[in-house]
């Protein structure tokens, strides 16, 4: 089971230096959730941390994945079994074999995730 800390509603003005340190320690807390990878996504409205235990593309799945163009930031923990077949039928650029960036697929596409 992997672990996400996420620090949302960030301001103008917010220290984001201080509060990814603040962030990465906590997390730390948790690291044993993840052993495998620990990733940090700082960005204008958010910091995400996650821990990662590899089961699904081990080598390039690190999260929090990013979209190619760099406007979506995606931490998930699960497996996704039909992760494949979402992947053939989508138009997404891909950048992992991560079974969980098909959620930015879905998102992207407007499709209903359940």
Known sequence: MCSILGIFGLQSG????????????L????????PDWSG???????????ERLAIVDPASGSQPLRSRDGHLALAANGEIYNHRELREASGYDFTTGSDCEVISALYREGTPIS
């Open 14 to 25: 917010d220290d984001l230096a201080a509060l990814r340190v603040q962030a990465v320690e």
């Open 27 to 34: 997390s730390r807390r948790q690291r044993h959730r993840g």
């Open 40 to 50: 940090v996504f700082v960005g204008d409205g958010a910091i995400l941390v996650h």
